[in-house]
Structures are given as structure tokens and as C-alpha cells.
């Protein structure tokens, strides 16, 4: 039997809102941007592999890993169906999850997310003006 992924439970009342947090910050420190939801939905933040007990910096070879830990933690929590709210690389996270299992969400919000649309991608690739964001483009490009 797998280990059960940890998470932190906000509290709440209603269906389950997942909040997937940015790679810098722990759901703990989103208590107060939560907070509103509560009186409407039962929070969840399942935690990144890199919070875990124990775990490896070279277990995380790219964000599919989070994805699948996310894809995971609902199954085993027996959700489906919940509002995925996802914060920078949460919101990454959150996608690839609904992509490859989207009965696992009703809705999806991202906030900040870590990626753009194809062709503004392209576009600032092709652009002199961005330049300065090229590094970023090009990793962007290869998610």
C-alpha cells in the first residue's frame, strides 16, 4: 500500500476546493487567502513532494511527478469532481491532473500559472523586443 500523501485540511463546510500551492510556499501560508472560502467549501491542500518527510531533490524530475503525486492524493482521498484552485506551479499541477483525469475537477481557477498560451510563446520567441525573456520562453516552451 502507498504511502498517503500529506495535506493540510483547512476546514469548511461543502464540497471540496483543492488549493495547489506555488512551489515557494506551503498551503499553511495561504490560510488567509482561504479563509473566504470556508463558510462555502471544505479546503484541501495536498503538500508538493518537496514538503514531504523524507523526501529527494532528484525525485522531482519534472512537474508530471507533481501532477501524478495530485492525481494521487485525490484518489486517495476518494475526491472527485472538486474545485481545483491553483497558484503558480499549482496551477501547472492542477492542469496536467485535469488533463489526464478531468473527472477529478468541476471547475478549475489559476492564479499567476506558470504557463502561456502557444502562441504568445512563439510570438515573444520570435520578438527582439523580448529578449530579456527569453531565457523564460524557452523553458517555457519545453513543458
Do not use: C
Not at 506555488?22 to 501560508?29: I, L, M
Not at 495561504?30 to 514531504?52: C, D, E, I, S, T
Amino acid at each position: 500500500m502507498e504511502k498517503p500523501i500529506p495535506y493540510h485540511d483547512f476546514g469548511g463546510v461543502g464540497p471540496i476546493l483543492h488549493f495547489a500551492h506555488p512551489n515557494a510556499y506551503p498551503p499553511e501560508g495561504f490560510v488567509g487567502f482561504v479563509r473566504p472560502f470556508l463558510p462555502h467549501y471544505h479546503v484541501l491542500g495536498q503538500l508538493n513532494r518537496a514538503l514531504w518527510p523524507g523526501s529527494s531533490p532528484d525525485e522531482l524530475t519534472d512537474w508530471a511527478v507533481v501532477g501524478d503525486d495530485l492525481i494521487r492524493f485525490f484518489d486517495q482521498q476518494g475526491i472527485r469532481g472538486a474545485v481545483g484552485v491553483g497558484h503558480s506551479l499549482g496551477g501547472a499541477v492542477s492542469l496536467y491532473a485535469a488533463v489526464k483525469r478531468p473527472e477529478l475537477f468541476s471547475k478549475l481557477v489559476f492564479i499567476d500559472p506558470v504557463f502561456l498560451p502557444p502562441e504568445v510563446l512563439a510570438f515573444a520567441a520570435a520578438n527582439p523586443e523580448a529578449r530579456g525573456f527569453k531565457p523564460l520562453v524557452n523553458g517555457a516552451l519545453k513543458r
